[in-house]
């Protein structure tokens, strides 16, 4: 079995909730040898986030969380007191024989314990250090925490989401965090690029959810800088048909695909009707065309009126809840979830990682570790610590 790309890079791991962990799950993915380190007092608080817990062989809810587990796999858990010297002292071992360190406390945080960039510079010069914080290690709000939800305010999403100035819709799931984490991965990846093909050092790379989350709708951002007006709020007329069971998105954007979708719905003559042959003109007919549409499209169901799309080359989805993602057949064949094993509650289901190589694929998916699961093995094997020295650093709460 040929190595994963990443598989002589070991990653320290001194992130929680979500962004910076999926960010080190991806690199964990890829073949690094990720070592997550938690506070020993409760760990990683996303270990009490989500609405659903894994369960033991019993039936009964452990203290694993879903949201936890999105992001974890892959990775060695051991726990370090960072508040303790003999902790502090743990972390900077880990450093010096580690090539990356990810980090997600507030800016400035890490300082106080010698444990920022320049700390660790000065132990090891070869390494990539990134920190992810909402506002950026720079400006006037580099201190302040922040969640997923500020910056998808701050990053203008929710003034084009929602049906009126009023009503703006959060996106579920932490998609801020999520695209984070990847650019994350992507700046990780070209300083180790810069460092070991290129003759480099060590850098720092500092992410910011809100640099993110301006970046992540770009177009709409663009559309402003070019024109200076604010974007409009976007419905889904013309795009979402309600079907007698569920709704289809159609994505109808160039004539040929209108006429096809026009054919579809036995009325071909929209196809080429003035009033509806081109996009800006059924944009500014959309309050005539819509209702004609959706009275066709009312009587098919959801399944039937994707096929004939689909037949008829017009793009087109149809709105899925999650038992029905799970059950496409294309989700399905593209084998999107795998299974793993649990210390605590057997046999679980997880995500593939999306990315899928030709010569080295991304075959193994080692569950979230338990709170400290790994921290003998890491410091014993790692960093060649004996049994006296272990029970001293218990005996000060360090570990």
């Not at 992410?207 to 976007?234: E, S």
């Not at 057949?329 to 084998?335: A, D, F, I, S, T």
Request: charge should be neutral; include cysteine; proline fraction near 6%.
């Amino acid at each position: 079995m040929p190595n994963l790309p990443l598989s002589r890079i070991r990653v320290l791991d001194l992130t929680r909730a979500y962004a910076g962990p999926s960010a080190c799950q991806m690199l964990g993915d890829l073949g690094a040898e990720v070592i997550k380190v938690e506070r020993p007092d409760g760990g990683d608080e996303a270990r009490g986030y989500g609405r659903a817990w894994l369960k033991d062989a019993e039936g009964r809810a452990t203290r694993e969380a879903s949201s936890f587990v999105a992001v974890n796999r892959n990775k060695k858990g051991i726990t370090a007191d960072l508040a303790k010297p003999g902790g502090q002292e743990v972390v900077r071992k880990l450093a010096a024989v580690c090539d990356v360190l990810v980090e997600n406390y507030k800016t400035g945080d890490l300082a106080r314990y010698g444990l920022d960039y320049a700390g660790i510079k000065a132990i090891n010069p070869r390494i990539i250090y990134c920190s992810v914080t909402g506002f950026g290690q720079t400006g006037p709000y580099a201190p302040r925490p922040g969640y997923d939800p500020v910056f998808q305010a701050m990053g203008g999403w929710l003034a084009l989401n929602g049906e009126t100035d009023d009503s703006p819709a959060l996106v579920s799931s932490n998609p801020v965090d999520t695209i984070t984490g990847y650019h994350a991965v992507i700046g990780v990846l070209a300083a180790l690029y810069e460092r070991d093909a290129n003759g480099g050092m060590g850098q720092a790379i500092d992410i910011a959810l809100l640099d993110v989350a301006i970046n992540a709708f770009n177009q709409r951002a663009q559309d402003y800088l070019v024109d200076g007006k604010q974007p409009t709020r976007r419905d889904l007329k013309g795009v979402s048909y309600r079907c007698s069971d569920g709704a289809v998105i159609v994505a109808a954007a160039n004539a040929s695909q209108w006429r096809a979708f026009a054919q579809v719905l036995g009325r071909p003559e929209l196809g080429t009707d003035p009033r509806f042959a081109t996009l800006p003109a059924r944009v500014a007919n959309m309050e005539i065309l819509e209702p004609m549409v959706q009275a066709i499209v009312g009587q098919r169901s959801m399944k039937e009126l994707a096929a004939a799309l689909d037949a008829a080359g017009v793009p087109c989805g149809p709105v899925y809840n999650y038992q029905q993602m799970f059950e496409d057949p294309q989700v399905r064949h593209r084998e999107t979830v795998v299974e793993s094993v649990h210390p605590l509650a057997g046999k679980i289901k997880l995500l593939r990682n999306p990315i899928r190589f030709s010569g080295t694929p991304i075959t193994e998916y080692r569950s979230p570790p338990v709170l400290g699961q790994h921290t003998d093995e890491v410091l014993r094997d790692l960093l060649g610590m004996d049994e006296a020295e272990l029970k001293t650093l218990r005996a000060e709460g360090a570990i």
